[in-house]
């Protein structure tokens, strides 16, 4: 079945440590994202990706950075520099071309301890 | 101000109840326009997709945007215990590629 997959589904990080979360998909979607979600909130984007070796920062990019080197793949790494990463991550990906909508991840939940 | 507006409730009813969801915005360019059912602790999921305005009916649910007042709204008529859960509005522009922006998300309970 196609879909997405994320890992772990419970993260804990230390201060001051980096940690990487993952993201596949095999839809063979264009477009890739990463959304934070917190209570009262709603989602927030981090960073979302059009194309292969190409990606912009979204609304709260500090503290996060990301990579595409493959269509299936965009992890996520929340940095130290992140100082409030306890929160639900959720990717989603698209076709791009024309909005049809998401399909999301089962997501992520990173706290800090 | 925030793009688009969606009461966060919590809304609780009685099963068998007539629910309804509202959202409203400020972006006229705004063409498409989702419902997105997300249970706890799991991913949202596509419930109702809409281009531009009118209504679009699936089951027990419909979906109505009226862009002249910039306000959606998603019905679920016969709720169910099943579905209790946080409803997000989603809504992007024309052009291609373009980022969808979310509501809060309504949280719903439906009561045996």
């Known amino acids: 079945d196609g879909g997405i997959t994320q890992s772990p589904k419970y993260l804990f990080r230390k201060e001051g440590q980096n940690v990487t979360l993952s993201c596949e998909q095999n839809?063979?979607?264009?477009?890739m994202y990463w959304y934070r979600q917190d209570p009262g909130q709603g989602l927030r984007l981090i960073y979302y990706?059009?194309?292969?070796?190409?990606?912009q920062k979204g609304d709260i990019a500090e503290g996060y950075s990301v990579s595409r080197e493959k269509k299936e793949s965009f992890p996520l790494t929340v940095t130290s520099a992140q100082k409030n990463p306890t929160a639900f991550y959720l990717c989603?990906?698209?076709?791009?071309?024309?909005?049809?909508?998401?399909?999301f991840g089962s997501g992520t939940r990173l706290t800090v301890v | 101000q925030k793009e688009v507006e969606q009461d966060p409730g919590p809304l609780s009813v009685p099963e068998g109840a007539i629910v309804s969801l509202n959202c409203t915005y400020s972006?006229?360019?705004?063409?498409?326009f989702m419902w997105y059912r997300q249970y706890s602790r799991k991913g949202p999921e596509l419930l109702m997709y809409?281009?531009?305005?009118g209504n679009k009916e699936d089951g027990r649910f419909t979906a109505q945007v009226d862009k002249s007042s910039k306000y959606i709204s998603l019905f679920i008529r016969d709720s169910q215990p099943s579905d209790s859960a946080t409803y997000l509005c989603?809504?992007?522009?024309?052009?291609?590629?373009?980022?969808?922006?979310f509501g809060e998300g309504t949280q719903l309970t439906v009561n045996p």
């Open positions: 989603a990906s698209s076709i791009g071309a024309r909005n049809y909508g998401y399909t």
């Open positions: 839809l063979n979607h264009d477009a």
């Open positions: 990706s059009q194309i292969v070796n190409d990606f």
């Open positions: 972006n006229s360019a705004f063409q498409y």
């Open positions: 809409t281009y531009s305005s």
């Open positions: 989603a809504m992007s522009e024309e052009t291609s590629g373009s980022r969808l922006t």
